[in-house]
């Protein structure tokens, strides 16, 4: 049996305590807003691109396709997204005025979260944070695309996962 390994020493475990902490307090703080931080963070993208594709903006957030078509249908659901058929019958996406004066209500509030975490974390740790989450990210994209060896023998059945590009 191979040996387990310690949370303390497990990127994916701390990064993903990290995640939940951070987005508990952006939700806690956004509560008035009735959003999530995942909720503004989609708004958010949307609104810099003007109108973006399904496929574009799961890329730009880090996301599955899957996973961002549940939260976009509770979006156009509450009236917050529009969404239409552009070129290559691609899905495209763009604020509706609901979902613009969400945004705009939210950003104090999502700005206040900022600042309370940046606060408690020291300026020079949230810098620190804010160039390594960046390194971190396409870290793990460059490995993603890395050999599989998982200690499996030539041959094996393991399969190897890989995350589609954005077209």
């Not at 703080?29 to 999530?36: E, M």
């Not at 206040?112 to 390194?135: E, I, M, P, V």
Request: proline share 4%.
């Amino acid at each position: 049996m191979p040996a387990l390994i310690g949370s303390a020493s497990c990127a994916c475990s701390n990064i993903r305590r990290a995640n939940r902490a951070i987005c508990h307090l952006y939700d806690q703080v956004l509560v008035p807003t009735r959003l999530k931080s995942t909720q503004f963070m989609i708004l958010r993208a949307i609104a810099e691109a003007g109108e973006i594709a399904h496929c574009d903006l799961a890329g730009e957030l880090m996301a599955s396709v899957e996973t961002l078509s549940r939260r976009l249908a509770s979006a156009r659901r509450a009236g917050l997204v529009q969404v239409h058929t552009g070129q290559h019958n691609k899905r495209m996406y763009s604020l509706s005025t609901k979902g613009q004066c969400a945004l705009e209500e939210a950003i104090p509030y999502w700005e206040n979260a900022q600042l309370r975490l940046r606060r408690s974390l020291g300026n020079d740790d949230w810098k620190l944070l804010d160039n390594f989450t960046h390194r971190l990210a396409e870290a793990a994209i460059r490995a993603e695309s890395l050999p599989l060896s998982n200690g499996h023998r030539e041959g094996s059945a393991a399969v190897k996962t890989k995350r589609s590009p954005a077209p």
